[in-house]
């Protein structure tokens, strides 16, 4: 199970840390990831981090402003958002897998999403 949390509403140029806590088979993938999407598009990639590691990936589109990192001892994964923008507005989905890939067909867990809102 994941369990996604953190989501609000920031005006741009604010921050918003989003928190995913993973219990049960979730917490034993090997790969934690965000995803977002908004109302007629797909769904978007946004971050990933191995449990392991703690290697991590980024959208383009957020490279130098989100921060994903993990806390073990917690199975919580989190994703710490600076720079917000008005294109961030989305609903932000945990994913848990066991691939290294921002593909979100390869995750088979995930989260109930947490709503981002960001106004211009």
């Known amino acids: 199970q994941l369990q996604a949390s953190g989501g609000g509403l920031v005006s741009a140029g604010g921050s918003l840390r989003l928190s995913c806590a993973a219990s049960?088979?979730?917490?034993?993938?090997?790969?934690m990831a965000w995803f977002r999407q908004t109302p007629g598009k797909e769904r978007e990639f946004v971050a990933l981090?191995?449990?392991?590691?703690?290697?991590?990936a980024y959208a383009d589109s957020v490279k130098g402003r989100f921060t994903i990192s993990r806390d073990n001892a917690k199975n919580t994964v989190y994703l710490q958002m600076n720079s917000l923008k008005p294109e961030d507005t989305a609903v932000y989905y945990c994913?848990?897998?066991?691939?290294?890939?921002?593909?979100?067909?390869?995750?088979?867990?995930w989260g109930q999403g947490t709503l981002v809102t960001v106004s211009s």
């Open positions: 994913a848990a897998g066991g691939i290294l890939s921002g593909d979100d067909k390869l995750y088979r867990y």
């Open positions: 981090v191995t449990w392991s590691v703690g290697s991590a």
């Open positions: 049960g088979r979730t917490s034993s993938s090997a790969v």
